[in-house]
């Protein structure tokens, strides 16, 4: 059976990696087989009402893996999956681990035109989506999804009433036929989605071995164990929520995780009393809904330990409230899709988790801080961040031009995020290079709302750039040159969701203008955007 196709590591990495037990040669379906064993009346996971044992978890994955072997689906294999922050999303996840089958987790926001750029380029043989999403409430997406990916031969709906087309039916024991097993721990385990800054939406291939590294010192960094209790309130197949240590994390050490539909307050804060969660993960524009909701419900906290915020950068003032209005601690996390994370830790002092984005996980991750020549720059000086290690990618998914930008002829990652590495090895994040917003931690690769914008008959040029914005950090605002000064927002953005764009990389604001401003050598100077944007900005308040 052919596998799916990845940048590896170079030998001596691959090696050394091996060599220190890093890569240990175990497929991620390992850690719930291990729960399964020893403490299989273990709760796993709690979705409303329902709750999930380690042995409900690890035997309905089987079964779907059963099933789909049966089908001929195996190693070499991709699927098309998105669920949202239901517990169909881990037993999901394990079934495809268990049987090779390597998945893109679309998130949940995402719509049809993320899901076909992810379909065209890893030929899915399997679908598995939700009814409740509005691209699947009918069949006309699937039908479209199949006459474009001819291999697509199995899909499964969630909630779908036809038992041969419903999920949950594939979570029962069939007859067993066929064999199957995870795919060499070296090899492609799954694909994690790009923030991106490129036209198209690039995937990244995680192996097992790399992956559950990165979970493994995760969970000792932060200390997970059997009686941790986890809000998992950002979408669940982000990789902050998924893996550091996320719901993979608790998995690994066997404790419990709790779903909640969104990370808001409202949805949370009863969760955390009624289920005794001690630690969760934020992004912080919701950890400012929290700060804001707080006072006065401090009875509902009582058992949160822990607070993880990232995805964007955290202001100060926000940090140093964390204990005193939340009554636990803060931990940052800075990390990424493409490998590296960064952990303030639990024994820090205030100072490195109040001003500082953490230091990498691992002591064989390599950083280096270079200017614009690729040099590194003096100690403590600001420079783009570039990266590799044992976790880190060392090429996107079929993306030899982009890559050839993306990494360096030693393999380091460019992250595009411009920080200052202290002389103890944390970095403070400071801005960014890559040309992409951060809209509360949602990832919008500007060129791709562009090119959509200019397939617009009136729209002749666009430039989408961000804008500061106080509850989500950033907003977007997308310049518009076009021959009709009456074209509205209005109009564009219905035009953008009629493609099928993810509701948030819709631009929250257009302005038109009558040229795009360039620099010296003739690119949109989107620096003069940003600051013209925010001088508007300033006047109208
Ligand atoms: C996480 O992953 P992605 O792939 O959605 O986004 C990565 C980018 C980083 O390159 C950086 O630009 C930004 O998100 N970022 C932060 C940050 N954490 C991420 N910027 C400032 N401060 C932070 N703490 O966002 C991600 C993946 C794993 C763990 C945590 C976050």
């Known amino acids: 059976m052919s596998l799916v ?3 590896r590591w170079p030998e001596e990495f691959a090696e050394r990696y091996r060599l220190s037990g890093h890569w240990r040669g175990e497929p991620l379906s390992q850690m719930l087989a291990e729960q399964a064993s020893t403490q299989p009346d273990a709760v796993a996971v ?5 709750a999930l044992s380690y042995a409900d978890l690890d035997r309905a994955s089987t079964n779907l893996a059963q099933r789909l072997a049966n089908r001929g689906l195996g190693q070499g294999n991709c699927a098309l999956v998105q669920l949202g922050n239901q517990a169909e999303l881990y037993v999901v996840f394990f079934a495809l681990m268990k049987a090779g089958i390597a998945p893109v987790n679309a998130l949940f926001s995402h719509n049809r035109l993320e899901l076909v750029a992810y379909a065209a380029q890893v030929r ?5 989506a939700s009814r409740a999403h509005p691209q699947f409430t009918d069949d006309a997406f699937v039908e479209e999804l ?3 990916i001819p291999e697509l031969d199995t899909v499964l709906l969630h909630d779908d009433p036809h038992p041969e087309l419903r999920l949950q039916s594939w979570f029962v024991q069939a007859k067993a036929l066929r064999s199957f097993s995870p795919t060499p721990a070296g090899e492609v385990a799954f694909f994690q989605l790009s923030g991106g800054s490129t036209g198209t939406p690039k995937l990244i291939p995680r192996t097992h071995d790399d992956y559950l590294y990165s979970v493994r010192r995760s969970v000792e960094i932060c200390q997970f164990d059997r009686e941790t209790r986890y809000l998992c309130a950002l979408p669940a197949a982000h990789n902050f929520p998924l893996s550091s240590p996320g719901a993979l994390g608790v998995f690994l050490a066997g404790g419990r995780v709790v779903l909640s539909p969104d990370p808001g307050p409202a949805s949370c804060f009863p969760l955390i009393a009624q289920q005794q969660i001690n630690v969760t993960a934020l992004v912080p524009s919701a950890l400012a809904m929290w700060l804001q909701a707080a006072p006065g419900r401090h009875g509902e906290l009582d058992s949160l330990q822990l607070v993880q915020v990232g995805g964007a950068k955290l202001p100060e003032a926000q940090a140093r409230r964390v204990p005193q209005v939340l009554g636990c601690r803060l931990q940052q996390v800075f990390g990424m899709a493409e490998g590296l994370v960064n952990y303030t830790r639990l024994d820090d002092s205030d100072e490195h988790v109040y001003l500082t984005q953490g230091q990498p996980m691992s002591p064989d991750d390599e950083v280096k801080v270079v200017d614009r020549e690729g040099h590194p720059v003096a100690a403590g000086e600001i420079g783009a961040l570039m990266t590799r290690g044992p976790y880190t990618i060392r090429g996107y998914f079929q993306s ?3 890559n050839a930008a993306a990494f360096d002829a030693e393999g380091f990652y460019r992250s595009g995020d411009l ?3 202290r002389d103890d090895g944390y970095l403070v994040v400071v801005g960014r290079i890559k040309d992409q917003i951060n809209r509360g931690g949602e990832k919008i690769a500007a060129e791709e709302v562009e090119n959509l914008l200019m397939a617009h008959p009136a729209v002749a040029q666009a430039a989408l750039v961000s804008v500061p914005d106080e509850a ?4 977007s605002c997308a310049y518009i040159v076009s ?5 509205k927002g209005i109009v564009l953005r219905r035009f953008l969701r009629g493609l099928g764009l993810a509701d948030y990389k819709l631009p929250d604001r257009f302005v038109h203008i009558d040229a795009l401003p360039v620099t010296a050598v003739g690119k949109v100077d989107k620096n003069r955007l940003r600051r013209r944007v925010a001088e508007q900005l300033t006047v109208t308040e």
């Open 124 to 128: 899915p043989r399997l679908l598995i």
């Open 146 to 148: 199949t006459e474009l």
């Open 5 to 7: 196709p990845f940048t």
């Open 472 to 475: 989500m950090g950033e907003k």
């Open 483 to 487: 021959p009709d000064p009456t074209l």
């Open 400 to 402: 030899p031009e982009h």
């Open 419 to 421: 920080v200052r590495q």
């Open 46 to 50: 709690i979705d409303g009402s329902r």
